[in-house]
């Protein structure tokens, strides 16, 4: 396979993938649970550290398994093909089919006001999935020129309107004790499973890790590159949300991002910023769109999905077909609230197995082979915050987790269901 993108366009998909849905509607929910800005705001200071310890665990990973395919490869070659099988489904399900319907779903609500409010959000949904799927279905090139470029402006309008509302934030800012005291730890643990869900997206790099030039070099940085970049912007930009309006007028509510533009500068500014908004989105729903379909391919190759859904030419036509599928379905058929718990929880599990994975590595060919930055605390605490919030997850809304666990049960039996086909490989570790 060519290796053709480099540390910009590696670190442009991190970025594109994990501005999206979750920093736009997370908070509104949160402050919904948590009752103030300061502990909504802690958390995403937290789930930054958080992401960033799981990016640094991924990197070490990435650097001694530079094949793409994310956590299916991962997982096959540190602990067992069916581990790997399993977080390939998950993959699927939950780490981009449902996703993608959430930033649509989303996109809908916020360019309903732009293009009418007659326009109904599955149809605004499923037109931004068909397009990103004809974007990065048919060529490589012109798919990533668009989301590079994309990215860019992104950035670019993120940082005017941080300009914009920064300057109020300071005055209005309450880091007492006071403030920060009293929190719950149950609802404050949901509000980092849903955190977890807005950073999703800092592993993008490792699942087209197979087109990454120089991989040992540009993979690793990606990682930590996009993820300090959206930690810095995420932390501003909720800062900017909840002490721009009234706490009152923002629980509960998916467009936080709007309504605060709204407060700061009126009408024109809020379709302004639900523009900016839209504009995050298809970027989001065109990352995932283009890194998805990598890891069935990557499945279909080695026998464990239908063969067709393998690569051809430079791009996974097939395969991205079949994304555009799932995604317009779950489009039709689920919520906002529900799917952000599921999809939360469900790919914490799948980034805890890998980077258990990546300390058995580590203990099975040594230190010199499987180096990890700040070990062993980055990874621990990956895992400690990881699954802790997972299991406050499971006590606080146990009809998502149950989605989450029954999604890797369906891979499991999957799997056994698949195993007495013959013609099968599975992703080996190289020399």
């Known amino acids: 396979m060519e290796r053709r993108l480099g540390l910009g366009s590696a670190t442009a998909l991190v970025i594109a993938n994990m501005i999206g849905v979750g920093v736009f509607t997370t908070s509104g929910f949160a402050l919904a649970d948590l009752g103030r800005a300061e502990p909504v705001l802690l958390a995403w200071l937290l789930g930054g550290a958080v992401a960033m310890c799981g990016a640094l665990s991924y990197g070490a990973l990435a650097r001694r398994i530079p094949v793409s395919g994310g956590e299916y490869t991962f997982l096959s070659a540190t602990i067992h093909p069916l581990a790997g099988f399993v977080a390939g489904w998950v993959s699927m399900l939950a780490g981009f089919t449902a996703p993608i319907a959430v930033a649509a779903l989303t996109l809908a609500a916020y360019l309903s006001p ?71 730890p149950g609802a404050f643990a949901v509000t980092l499973v849903w955190i977890s869900f807005s950073y999703s ?58 309504v605060a533009a709204g407060a700061l500068g009126g009408a024109p500014l809020r379709q302004a910023v639900s523009a900016l908004v839209s504009l995050a989105l298809l970027g989001s729903i065109s990352a995932m769109m283009m890194a998805g379909p990598r890891v069935y391919a990557r499945m279909a190759e080695d026998g464990l999905l239908p063969r067709p859904l393998g690569r051809t030419q430079d791009v996974p036509t097939a395969a991205v077909v079949l994304q555009v599928v799932l995604a317009v379905t779950v489009v039709w058929l689920s919520g906002l609230r529900a799917l952000l718990g599921y999809v939360g929880f469900t790919l914490g599990l799948s980034s805890a197995a890998t980077v258990a994975g990546l300390l058995r590595l580590r203990w099975r060919e ?8 700040g070990y062993p605390l980055v990874p621990l605490i990956y895992l400690v915050v990881t699954l802790g919030s ?11 987790a149950a989605m ?26 190289g020399p």
């Open 114 to 184: 732009l293009v009418g409010e007659g326009a109904k959000a599955p149809w605004i949904g499923t037109a931004a999935v068909l397009g990103a799927g004809l974007a990065h279905g048919l060529r490589l090139r012109p798919g990533i020129a668009a989301q590079n470029a994309a990215v860019c402006l992104e950035l670019f309008l993120i940082t005017g309107f941080l300009l914009l509302g920064l300057h109020a934030v300071p005055e209005r800012l309450d880091l007492s004790a006071r403030a920060l005291g009293g929190i719950d």
């Open 366 to 373: 040594g230190v010199a082979r499987v180096p990890i930055p």
């Open 404 to 429: 989450g666990l029954l999604t890797a049960a369906t891979g499991l039996l999957l799997w056994f269901w698949l195993h007495r086909s013959p013609g099968r490989r599975h992703p080996r570790l």
């Open 390 to 400: 997972a299991c406050f997850m499971a006590l606080r809304a146990p009809g998502e």
């Open 201 to 258: 997206g800092w592993n993008a790099a490792v699942y087209l890790a197979g087109e990454v030039r120089d991989p040992a070099r540009n993979l690793a940085r990606s990682l930590w590159l996009g993820t300090v970049m959206v930690t810095v912007a995420y932390v501003a930009l909720n800062a900017v949300f909840l002490l721009s309006a009234p706490a009152a007028a923002l629980a509960g509510r998916a467009d936080v991002a709007a």
